[in-house]
């Protein structure tokens, strides 16, 4: 069963910026096949998809995120980022990075968060006014 564990969150005021990592562990395939993506969520509302990564490297954004947030992959690592930037309070929650193999031939899931079948811990943001 694939392993996800985030680091990286914590408070910073608005305009400010922070790097989420995602250290990923017990791939049963290379890590290089899996979609991977970041997910938000704050009490009471419902879960965000924030941006997501597939094989080759196709990217997608929340149009909230999208000119300040880019999600990457370290292959070597098997980790996951999400620089942020000009951080908002509206980009305040837990982060969660998620991840599915990728079947060939088949686009990864959107950002609608069904489809992904590993989860992390989550890790907090606070951004404050």
């Known amino acids: 069963q694939v392993q996800l564990a985030e680091f990286g969150g914590g408070s910073v005021q608005a305009g400010g910026s922070l790097r989420l990592s995602c250290a990923g562990s017990r791939f049963s395939r290379p890590y290089s096949r899996y979609c991977m993506a970041w997910f938000r969520q704050v009490p009471g509302k419902e879960r965000e998809g924030v941006a997501s990564i597939d094989e080759a490297e196709n990217t997608a954004y929340a149009d909230s995120v999208k000119g300040r947030f880019t999600i990457s992959k370290d292959y070597a690592k098997n980790t996951l980022y999400l620089q942020m930037m000009s951080l908002i309070p509206e980009d305040t929650g837990m982060y969660y990075c998620?991840?599915?193999?990728?079947?060939?031939?088949?686009?990864?899931?959107?950002?609608?968060?069904?489809?992904?079948?590993?989860w992390g811990q989550g890790t907090q943001v606070t951004v404050s006014s």
């Open positions: 998620a991840s599915v193999y990728q079947v060939l031939g088949m686009s990864c899931p959107n950002l609608g968060g069904y489809g992904y079948s590993s």
